[in-house]
């Protein structure tokens, strides 16, 4: 059952294959998609966004219910999600397209999210700044079929992915193996 009270956040964070999973299975998460923002062009394709130069982030936008999953949750499960010290892509993904932002659609998630990265700078957890970025929401565009939900359709391939890249060893040394699930 869809309720008419959804809400979208919009999250870069590398990989979008790895950013599916710890918010989809949320209740009150109504649809998790991978896709491309931030960039110049209009309906980029992978192609495009892999080579790094269309100014696009991989990221997920998430449809949510804030009366059952606020989005202040959705913060506190993105922040493990990524390395927010890393400037140049996330874990073994590297290139602009890979660097973690967080976009905001309306005036109360820009001051959610600005106060949870003030909060997590001054928590004393990372030795380096915090260099993602809070920007307004721009248009997304849904990535292929293919990219949706890649944990559930190539689970082997995700598991292997998540831990090669380095991405679950960050997340258990800065913030615990729940973060991992």
Not at 16 to 33: A, N, R, T, Y
Not at 154 to 172: C, F, V
Request: with cysteine; net charge negative.
């Amino acid at each position: 059952m869809t309720s008419n009270n959804t809400e979208l956040a919009t999250f870069a964070g590398g990989c979008f294959w790895c950013m599916v999973k710890p918010f989809d299975q949320m209740p009150g998460i109504e649809s998790v998609v991978s896709g491309y923002t931030g960039g110049d062009s209009e309906n980029p394709t992978y192609e495009e966004i892999k080579k790094g130069n269309s100014g696009h982030y991989e990221a997920v936008q998430i449809e949510f219910n804030p009366d059952v999953f606020p989005y202040e949750k959705l913060l506190e499960l993105y922040w493990p999600q990524i390395d927010p010290t890393d400037d140049g892509g996330q874990f073994f993904d590297r290139g602009s397209q890979y660097r973690t932002a967080i976009f905001y659609h309306n005036d109360n998630q820009q001051k959610l999210a600005e106060k949870a990265k003030q909060d997590i700078e001054a928590s004393g957890r990372f030795k380096k700044p915090i260099v993602t970025e809070i920007k307004p929401a721009v248009p997304f565009y849904e990535a292929e079929e293919y990219h949706q939900k890649f944990y559930q359709k190539n689970p082997e391939k995700y598991k292997q992915e998540r831990q090669e890249s380095g991405r679950d060893a960050h997340i258990k040394t800065y913030w615990g193996e729940e973060y991992t699930k």
